[in-house]
């Protein structure tokens, strides 16, 4: 009933930048948290950064001062601005939303994911 679809990921050199994109779409009726998360090959999927429907943010200290999330509530839409690029970065990038979704006799809950984005950061 609701889907993320991120775009934006490819392939950098060290120091450069990326900018993703997650836009969500469905019966949404309102989404709280949205977020990205990266798992590398063979470590386990971590927190990059989330951000609520107020603004309010949240960065793992691996990324801070580096990337910057922010969304377009009319839009819903995350976005995360990645800077200063490190091979370490590299991983797939998953978007992350709680969504309230309409129903057809009231609203559920959704924690969603989307499919995930390559980001390679090469030295």
């Known amino acids: 009933q609701v889907q993320l679809v991120e775009s934006g990921g490819g392939l950098v050199q060290s120091g450069g930048s990326l900018r993703l994109s997650c836009a969500a779409s469905?019966?949404?009726?309102?989404?709280?948290?949205m977020g990205w998360y990266r798992q590398a090959p063979g470590k386990q999927r971590e927190l990059v950064a989330t951000?609520?429907?107020?603004?309010?943010?949240n960065y793992a200290g691996s990324v801070k001062g580096r990337f910057t999330i922010s969304r377009d509530n009319a839009k819903n839409t995350v976005y995360l601005q990645m800077n200063s690029l490190k091979p370490e970065d590299t991983a797939v990038y998953y978007c992350?939303?709680?969504?309230?979704?309409?129903?057809?006799?009231?609203?559920?809950?959704?924690?969603?994911w989307g499919r995930g984005t390559q980001v390679t950061v090469s030295s």
């Open positions: 992350n939303a709680d969504i309230h979704i309409r129903l057809e006799y009231g609203l559920g809950y959704s924690d969603t």
């Open positions: 469905g019966s949404i009726f309102s989404i709280n948290v």
């Open positions: 951000i609520t429907s107020g603004g309010s943010t």
